[in-house]
């Protein structure tokens, strides 16, 4: 059964403390993306990776970092840094960037909350 | 990144049809993508227009014109289970990545 998984769907943590979630994809997706969403806003785009061992800097990367060592896996790492990082993140894939629909197949998302 | 607006809330009987508008500025379009999200859940794919025209997919159906920067997505028979956000997104060219709207919270009434 192919999909995106993200674990775990809820995160706790306490304030300046760093934390990874997880992204794991088997649908052999060669680019792979990570967005956060606040209530009542749209998608914002972090991060993104084509292929592995690169990866780009989307909209809001400030206080997030990133790897991209293995194909399957994306994992975000929220630092310390990130001044409000309480939100839920989903992460996302896509067959190859430039095909034409180039649709991206979501994860469940993960709601962090950072007390 | 790209300027794209839709209505925040509507709200619309069960078995009627409700019409979502969205407007996007943009330079270099290559693409425009309805995804439909129910609370706390991800976000699943709906539509993708890149030509001008009406795409229809069973009781969906999504419109495109790229010389005013507008589509929309047409809702028809409602049910109680298409209650959810429904986010418009753009893709430009020689970039993959995509630009999400803020979405629109659509809800059904019995």
């Known amino acids: 059964d192919g999909g995106i998984t993200q674990s775990p769907k809820y995160l706790f943590r306490k304030e300046g403390q760093n934390v990874t979630l997880s992204c794991e994809q088997n649908?052999?997706?060669?680019?792979m993306y990570w967005y956060r969403q606040d209530p009542g806003q749209g998608l914002r785009l972090i991060y993104y990776s084509q292929i592995v061992n690169d990866f780009q800097k989307g909209d809001i990367a400030e206080g997030y970092s990133v790897s991209r060592e293995k194909k399957e896996s994306f994992p975000l790492t929220v630092t310390s840094a990130q001044k409000n990082p309480t939100a839920f993140y989903l992460c996302a894939s896509s067959i190859r960037p430039g095909l034409e629909s180039d649709e991206q197949f979501f994860g469940p998302g993960t709601r962090l909350t950072v007390l | 990144g790209q300027n794209i607006d839709q209505p925040t809330e509507m709200t619309a009987t069960e078995g009627a049809i409700v019409q979502i508008n969205c407007t996007y500025q943009?330079?270099?379009?290559?693409?425009l993508f309805w995804y439909q999200q129910h609370a706390g859940e991800a976000p699943t794919f709906l539509s993708y227009n890149v030509l001008d025209g009406l795409e229809e997919k069973g009781r969906f159906s999504s419109f495109l014109s790229r010389s005013k920067g507008y589509s929309y997505l047409l809702l028809k028979e409602l049910q109680m289970k298409d209650s959810a956000s429904y986010l418009c997104a753009v893709r430009v060219l020689n970039d993959y990545k995509l630009s999400f709207g803020a979405g629109t919270t659509v809800t059904v009434r019995a």
């Open positions: 649908l052999n997706h060669d680019a």
């Open positions: 943009t330079s270099g379009f290559n693409g």
